[in-house]
């Protein structure tokens, strides 16, 4: 009997779950088909454009918004056995609330591993995908900025011609070991500039250790070459600019971000900002746990059907302010009031000590 019961918990559960989720995706895909539709409406694109980039964004939006799905689901799953009896029934038979809940709670909890392990990489690829057709087809196409395995690069268009920046790594707000490439208007190479670090925190750049080239445009043969201690460029990047650049790591995948964090670091990622990323995907299957038990003790506290509105609206209120409570914990790990692996947390530590309280009222009844 005890077999049966707890399949019948896992397969409603997750019923409901994937009902709540396709819900969600499709509301996702209307709102963000629109966006699409504006971006696309004065380019020269074939109307499944818009459809196929909103189809591919919306799964890892879908992952961000996993714990409130969760929350929901779980809301929905408990009102429903409440209401046709199948939770007294249960009871009957020896399941008690902590029991259901526990089921329900760890289902949660291994299902957010296994988006980690499973889809997260699939979704960060499709994420990838998005954000580089996007490119293709930007206006600001002639200013790019890129990491690779060679390091970061920078493209900027200039009045007298363009300019491609490499450098080796980024260390704090200070590029290394960097080449600077100067063309003019017809893509000539007019001088190369190197140097061993530079200050990128404001517009007007300072380069020490540099090395000038000028160079014969049309036999690139060294004409003149000048050593100086300090040199400054005007570049329309500074730190900030180019770090707001890559804050969207729906585009690494976890087991990437876990394996080859020191490597992604050297590359020129933002610490902070791996961080962040790293210890938000870690959380997640906590996170899910948490909210399951949030929705666990709204619904199990009674078994009258009078109070589902009720409970309802309090539950909504419950995700708005859990929304805006992790969004202030963020901001005040990324202005370095609490630690930033601390910031991703305390959300769940005070959802969490606040359910075991609840569950522990909840296991009387």
């Not at 960060?124 to 087809?137: G, H, I, P, V, W």
């Not at 200039?158 to 300019?163: A, K, V």
Request: net charge positive; charged share 20%; aromatic share 14%.
């Amino acid at each position: 009997m005890n077999n049966i019961i707890f399949k019948y918990l896992l397969n409603g559960y997750l019923k409901v779950l994937l009902k709540v989720t396709l819900i969600f995706y499709c509301f996702g895909i209307i709102l963000n088909l629109f966006e699409e539709i504006e971006f696309f409406k004065n380019l020269d694109v074939s109307f499944l454009t818009p459809v196929i980039l909103t189809s591919i964004y919306i799964p890892s939006m879908m992952i961000q918004l996993l714990p409130f799905i969760i929350f929901i689901s779980s809301m929905k799953f408990i009102i429903d056995i409440r209401n046709n009896k199948d939770l007294l029934t249960m009871k009957i038979f020896g399941f008690s609330n902590f029991k259901i809940f526990l089921i329900l709670a760890f289902s949660s909890f291994i299902l957010g591993w296994i988006i980690l392990f499973v889809f997260n990489p699939v979704t960060s690829a499709m994420s990838k995908y998005y954000e580089k057709t996007k490119a293709n087809y930007s206006k600001d196409i002639d200013h790019l900025v890129t990491f690779n395995k060679n390091g970061l690069w920078i493209k900027e268009s200039l009045d007298s011609g363009q300019r491609i920046i490499s450098a080796s790594s980024q260390n704090d707000k200070t590029l290394e070991n960097l080449t600077i490439f100067n063309f003019d208007e017809k893509y000539n190479l007019k001088e190369k500039i190197f140097s061993k670090n530079a200050d990128i925190e404001n517009n007007e750049w300072v380069l020490k250790d540099v090395l000038i080239q000028k160079l014969n445009t049309k036999t690139n043969i060294v004409l003149q070459k000048e050593k100086l201690d300090i040199y400054s460029i005007y570049s329309i990047y500074t730190y900030d600019k180019i770090t707001n650049l890559f804050k969207n790591f729906d585009t690494l995948p976890f087991l990437d971000l876990l394996i080859n964090y020191e490597k992604l670091n050297k590359q020129g990622y933002n610490r902070l900002f791996l961080n962040q990323s790293l210890h938000s995907m870690l959380s997640m299957p906590f996170f899910l746990f948490t909210m399951t038990a949030l929705a666990s003790i709204l619904i199990m506290g009674t078994l009258k059907k009078s109070n589902n509105v009720k409970i309802i609206i309090v539950g909504l209120i419950a995700c708005v302010i859990i929304y805006y409570l992790k969004d202030l914990s963020i901001a005040l790990g990324k202005t370095n009031r609490i630690p930033v692996n601390l910031s991703m947390w305390i959300p769940i530590i005070l959802i969490g000590i606040f359910s075991s309280i609840g569950i522990l009222q909840i296991n009387e009844k």
